[in-house]
């Protein structure tokens, strides 16, 4: 049985990176941080991530449900070449903890 | 409990300890900020951990925040080259040849608005459909300088300085050098991370056959190949972020420029602060119209052609794509051009 819980976590990282970014949008931290020419950039992004989340958890389920060919690039990761590693979604914690905690 | 292997057990301590232990202690570091900000007594130290910490968050969140919108346009247009375009298309026209090849990569850098970083994940994407190294190297390095999105901002924004036009200029003409000088390695393999060779009879290729004539299905192919391009950059983004962000604040504020010295003062301090500030090539020129005190002409030059062509967050990035001697031969490059273009004008400028 396949191991959907990566993307799945994902799904889940781009949904909180995008209301993330849309909380500081709503109550203008993200002045305090980013010249005001470039905020109009930023809202686009945090609602394509939640779109984003939302296209990730639906390919999970329909994987799931369906024999059809995966959505989830499974052939891609098997290209890496052996021995490289990539940085994991935890990562991701760190601008938001950052972003809320910090004065 | 399993015995994990020596590759197991660093990638569990990268990707899961480490960015843990961060941001616990960076969790705890703010709370901390916040408690001594609101119940401090001793006045100095109050305000010393107040500027420390707000500049370390400014810092980091800035670069983050202006790199994020550039690395999902790129991911997208990563993502689309791997699902619409064939290795035939894209070695067409992407050509091994030298000039057609440098103006094929020129003219995506100024039409596809990807901008500084995002150029990066669509020459992979490009590189692993077989397109020419030198082609993609221009592309990757005439973007931020020259992409049509930064640029329509930046005009309708009140005004750009001659010292912007320049910068455009040097930017570009760097751009088409390195590449012509990449164009000289007989075995371009060498000079390409493992991760961005070109594949053939990849299983994205198979699973585009399998998908082909089914348009639903690749949309939506395409939007999870989006989000994976996008997370897999968006970690070194914040790796690249943290360690400027903490260099930043370590950095004695009479560094940070516009330093109104000599010569070298100037070229030392704003070079550093590109390097280190790591802001998109919008926010370059953002900083230096909309700080309070005029910047000297040679840091202004210094500062917007350095940051176009190099700063931590871009180096670590290029690693994703090309070798590490490729990267040194392009900050070595970057930095020299930079000192010169500061030279130049500092000189003629005392005559």
Redesign the interface.
């Known amino acids: 049985m396949e191991n959907k819980a990566p993307l799945k976590f994902?799904?889940l990282?781009?949904a909180i990176l995008g209301l993330s970014?849309l909380q500081w949008l709503w109550d203008g931290k993200?002045a305090?941080?980013?010249?005001p020419?470039?905020i109009f950039?930023?809202f686009?992004?945090g609602l394509?991530?939640i779109?984003?989340?939302q296209?990730?958890l639906?390919?999970a389920g329909k994987d799931r449900k369906t024999s059809?060919?995966?959505?989830?690039?499974?052939?891609?990761?098997?290209?890496?070449?052996p021995?490289?590693?990539?940085?994991?979604?935890?990562?991701?914690?760190?601008?938001l903890?950052?972003?809320?905690?910090?004065? | 409990m399993p015995n994990l292997s020596r590759s197991e057990k660093a990638s569990k301590w990268i990707n899961v300890i480490l960015p843990m232990s961060l941001a616990g202690g960076l969790a705890l570091i703010g709370i901390l900020a916040r408690t001594i900000n609101t119940l401090g007594t001793n006045e100095v130290l109050t305000a010393a951990v107040a500027d420390y910490t707000h500049r370390f968050a400014v810092g980091f969140e800035r670069i983050f925040l202006e790199a994020v919108p550039f690395l999902l346009l790129g991911a997208l247009a990563a993502s689309v080259v791997e699902h619409y375009f064939s290795t035939a298309e894209v070695e067409k026209i992407f050509s091994k040849r030298l000039i057609p090849g440098i103006a094929a990569g020129l003219l995506t850098g100024v039409i596809l608005p990807v901008g500084e970083g995002g150029s990066i994940l669509l020459a992979r994407a490009l590189l692993r459909k077989g397109a020419a190294l030198p082609s993609m190297v221009v592309m990757m390095l005439a973007a931020p300088a020259l992409n049509v999105l930064p640029l329509a901002i930046l005009l309708g924004s009140g005004g750009v300085s001659a010292v912007f036009w320049l910068r455009i200029g040097i930017g570009a003409v760097f751009a088409i050098i390195f590449g012509i000088l990449l164009s000289f390695e007989n075995q371009p393999e060498r000079l390409i991370h493992g991760n961005s060779l070109h594949r053939h009879g990849s299983g994205i290729a198979q699973f585009k056959e399998a998908v082909s004539g089914n348009n639903q299905n690749r949309s939506k192919a395409v939007a999870v190949t989006t989000a994976k391009e996008f997370l897999e950059f968006t970690p070194y983004v914040i790796v690249a972020a943290l360690i400027a962000a903490i260099l930043q604040t370590i950095l004695p504020v009479s560094w940070i420029p516009p330093v109104q010295g000599g010569l070298a003062g100037q070229i030392g301090s704003s070079g550093l602060w590109a390097l280190l500030s790591s802001q998109s090539n919008l926010g370059d020129i953002l900083t230096v119209q909309n700080s309070a005190i005029s910047w000297p002409v040679v840091s202004q030059a210094v500062f917007l052609t350095l940051g176009i062509m190099l700063d931590a967050k871009l180096v670590v990035l290029y690693l994703r794509v090309l070798s590490r001697k490729a990267v040194f031969y392009m900050t070595v490059l970057a930095i020299g051009t930079a000192v010169l273009t500061g030279l130049v004008i500092g000189i003629q400028g005392m005559r």
């Open positions: 994902s799904a990282a781009l970014l993200v305090d941080y980013t010249h020419q470039l950039l930023l686009p992004v394509i991530c779109i984003l989340a296209v990730l639906s390919a059809s060919p995966p959505l989830t690039d499974a052939g891609e990761d098997l290209d890496r070449a021995g490289k590693m990539d940085l994991g979604l935890l990562w991701l914690a760190l601008p903890v950052i972003g809320f905690l910090f004065p």
